[in-house]
């Protein structure tokens, strides 16, 4: 079974572009997370997602970020324009239910 | 909301040794995860507890529920076991609260 297929690993942008990130969860995996981590610290939930239904995003600096997850599968992350302390991994997990989190490999995001 | 701490923050041991890191978390929680992330960034998932003691191959994971802290043992450590460990708490509703995690270098 593949895992969580998040794309790119690694994106370098100038400050002020925009750019996205996409994540494709574990098949019938309702549950999708965007965690944010910057370096020396844990990740930090930006958004949760049951299904297509994001059911918090209070974390989601929504001034430059947004979220979508059509028809309830993937995911994908925006960040437009992105500052210089966005750099960070972008990690996204799926669950099945309340437990059981499988996590991808992350985006490494460096705004120059 | 959860206080998750770990400690130590950074350990450097010489292969074979025996290894401890240890995770506190401030209000009672339905399950603790083990994660181990490398370099590049991926979290891999390690061990989830909820009670008790859980062992995979070198890995051993343990948890006081009443004292509200966990650890994780690695027996002769390998320079292949170099990673940040993260201890996270909680799930379902509430989502992870994860540590800051624990640098370890195993050097040959």
């Known amino acids: 079974e593949a895992g969580v297929v998040q794309s790119p690993r690694y994106k370098i942008i100038e400050k002020k572009q925009p750019v996205a990130f996409w994540c494709n969860p574990i098949?019938?995996?309702?549950?999708l997370y965007w965690y944010r981590q910057n370096l020396g610290q844990g990740p930090e939930l930006l958004i949760r997602?049951?299904?297509?239904?994001?059911?918090?995003d209070s974390q989601l600096p929504k001034d430059r970020f947004s979220a979508e997850r059509l028809k309830g599968v993937d995911s994908t992350l925006k960040i437009q324009p992105a500052e210089l302390g966005d750099s960070a991994v972008y990690l996204c997990?799926?669950?099945?239910?309340?437990?059981?989190?499988?996590f991808g490999s992350g985006t490494r995001l460096t705004v120059v | 909301k959860n206080e998750v701490e770990q400690s130590p923050q950074n350990l450097t041991a010489q292969e074979g040794e025996f290894i401890t890191i240890n995770c506190s978390y401030s209000?009672?929680?339905?399950?603790l995860h083990w994660l181990q992330q490398h370099p590049g960034g991926g979290i891999v998932s390690l061990f989830m507890?909820?009670?008790g003691k859980k062992k995979h191959g070198r890995l051993i994971a343990t948890i006081n529920i009443q004292e509200k802290h966990s650890s994780l043992h690695i027996t002769a450590s390998h320079p292949r076991d170099s990673a940040v460990y993260i201890c996270?708490?909680?799930?379902?509703?509430?989502?992870?609260?994860f540590g800051k995690g624990t640098h370890l270098i195993i050097q040959p």
């Open positions: 997990a799926s669950s099945p239910g309340l437990l059981g989190y499988t």
């Open positions: 098949s019938g995996h309702n549950t």
């Open positions: 997602y049951e299904n297509e239904e994001a059911v918090d």
């Open positions: 209000v009672g929680i339905s399950a």
């Open positions: 507890l909820s009670s």
């Open positions: 996270a708490v909680g799930g379902g509703a509430d989502g992870l609260t």
